[in-house]
């Protein structure tokens, strides 16, 4: 029909959202859990983590380190850009189908050489590094026991 309009053919209008506060981030659980984990990992090989209980950064042996976990040996671990400058190793820490943990070491240039540079329109250029290509750069630090873990209080 001509001049006919449907709802389809007019311009919609936006939906006003307001910002998400910080505990609704969908993301917040996991990075409660992470900075748990990671200060349990610095605790249990004598590294000195800062006291900014939000920051998984420390100093283990004269050198900076940045702890970063994961939930299962398949996805990556992601380091701020911004942190790669003031940072001498990446510590990955890798929760195991079997319940226990490792914990691998890998020096920031392999990072920047091996890693995954990523950017969205949101967010903070990171870069990532998955559990094979670490396997290859990156030395064994350790393990943590299933016991160990369940200790740290991770929910």
Excluded at 75 to 90: G, Y
Excluded at 98 to 115: Q, S
Aim: hydrophobic share 35%; glycine share 8%; net charge positive.
């Amino acid at each position: 029909m001509p001049g006919h309009k449907s709802i389809w053919s007019q311009p919609q209008k936006k939906k006003y959202l307001p910002p998400k506060r910080r505990d609704e981030e969908k993301n917040a659980a996991p990075s409660q859990w992470g900075r748990r984990l990671a200060r349990c990992i610095g605790e249990k090989f004598g590294a000195h983590m800062v006291e900014n209980q939000a920051k998984n950064i420390g100093v283990f042996k004269g050198k900076s380190i940045i702890i970063k976990c994961a939930k299962s040996p398949t996805p990556p671990v992601s380091v701020l850009e911004s942190n790669l400058d003031r940072t001498d190793e990446l510590w990955a820490v890798y929760l195991m189908p079997e319940g226990h943990a490792e914990v691998w070491v890998v020096p920031i240039a392999d990072v920047r050489r091996c890693g995954y540079f990523t950017r969205g329109l949101n967010t903070q250029r990171r870069v990532e590094l998955t559990l094979r290509k670490i396997l290859v750069t990156g030395q064994l630090l350790g393990t943590l026991s299933q016991r160990d873990v369940e200790a740290c209080c991770i929910p």
